[in-house]
Nanobody, 125 residues
Framework: QVQLVESGGGLVQAGGSLRLSCAASGRTLSIYRTGWFRQAPGKEREFVAATRWSGGSTYYADSVKGRFTISRDNAKNTVSLQMNSLKPEDTAVYYC??????????????????WGQGTQVTVSS
């Protein structure tokens, strides 16, 4: 089992920045990939960013490319999401997710095995 706990959400004005962190515990050696997803009220959960737990390629949704950066610190078992130039449309609950096996689709949320509780990000205009 893997446990994920997010932190760092909050309220920020448009154009501002926030940094989300996700602390992993348990069988972290079994993690293959971690990702961030978000879900706004009345909308489906959508992919934000993903990276391999051991490092390597990173992937971003087109809507956040150039503004968000995903990074991981294996020594601390954390994965972070630096969010810059935030827009009101970035408002959502952000979830950290992890999966323990290879799947070709990194942006398909049902393929992820473990989820954090979510953290609210609100961007005011």
């Amino acid at each position: 089992q893997v446990q994920l706990v997010e932190s760092g959400g909050g309220l920020v004005q448009a154009g501002g920045s926030l940094r989300l962190s996700c602390a992993a515990s348990g069988r972290t050696l079994s993690i293959y990939r971690t990702g961030w997803f978000r879900q706004a009220p009345g909308k489906e959960r959508e992919f934000v960013a993903a990276t391999r737990w051991s490092g390597g390629s990173t992937y971003y949704a087109d809507s956040v490319k150039g503004r968000f950066t995903i990074s991981r610190d294996n020594a601390k078992n954390t994965v972070s999401l630096q969010m810059n130039s935030l827009k009101p449309e970035d408002t959502a609950v952000y979830y950290c997710a992890a999966r323990t096996s290879y799947r070709s689709k990194y942006d398909y949320w049902p393929d992820y095995d473990y989820w954090g509780q979510g953290t609210q990000v609100t961007v005011s205009s």
